[in-house]
């Protein structure tokens, strides 16, 4: 019999323009025959760079109505919008020092990963959407954490912020914490999960971006992800046995947040 595609869940990935997010929105693309994909990006530029699909929308997650047209009739959503701070201008590393960050006006933390996620979550609850994955960062524990100064951002608090309204949302979801993002192949490592960023304290606290895509898409699959918040890593490549039972990976995670 034909799977149809009342069968196939709808998944939509906000921040699909991002390096991330457009990782994962075309894994599900590729994955047709299993999901029905959607995009979410800021700009019609955006747009364009992902393919321009009729399946993209536009918006401002900063304005909770924007939302609502791509949300409805979603099963699932993917958060990966995330504010991005940028190099003010000038910095020579010759000199010595350190260079300085700033956010573009409109674009800080507090706007785009609290109220940006905020909005998001709320329209997903409003629109019926069953399952959230969040995208966060490893470093939330530590207020200290000198991702929190760059451009005086606080972006880990507010990430953080948002993490913990979608476990109380009510609505089933999983909150992957990466660490340093890496932009290499994916599929070739072993994933290692902890909590409370205790993998910081290792060797082993960085991630491809393609594995924590393929994570993101994973999760969708199984109960055992549902309910759930950890940090991600992998170990080097070469090193243990590259990950491909997924069920078992979330089966080892424990922590609701």
Known sequence: MADSAASRPTVLVTGAGGRTGHIVY????????????RGLVRTEESKQKIGGADD???ADIKDADHLAPAVQGADALIILTSAVPKMKPGFDP??????????????????????????QIDAAKAAGVKHIVLVGSMGGTNPNHPLNSLG??????????????????????????????QDKDGGVRELIVGKDDELLQTDT??????????VCVQALQYEEAKFKAFDLA?????????????RALFSQITARF
């Open 234 to 246: 992998s170990k080097p490549e070469g090193v243990g046995t590259p990950t491909k039972d997924f």
């Open 26 to 37: 075309n894994k599900l693309k590729e994955r047709s025959e299993q999901f029905v994909a």
């Open 152 to 181: 005086n951002g606080n972006i880990l608090v507010w990430k953080r912020k948002a993490e913990q309204y979608l476990a109380d949302s009510g609505v089933a979801y999983t909150i992957i914490r990466p660490g340093g993002l």
């Open 94 to 119: 010759s000199k010595g020092g350190r260079p300085e960050f700033y956010y573009e006006d409109g674009m800080y933390p507090e706007q785009v990963d609290w109220i940006g996620q905020k909005n």
């Open 205 to 214: 606290k960085s991630i491809p971006r393609a594995d924590v895509a393929e």
């Open 56 to 58: 993209v929308y536009i």
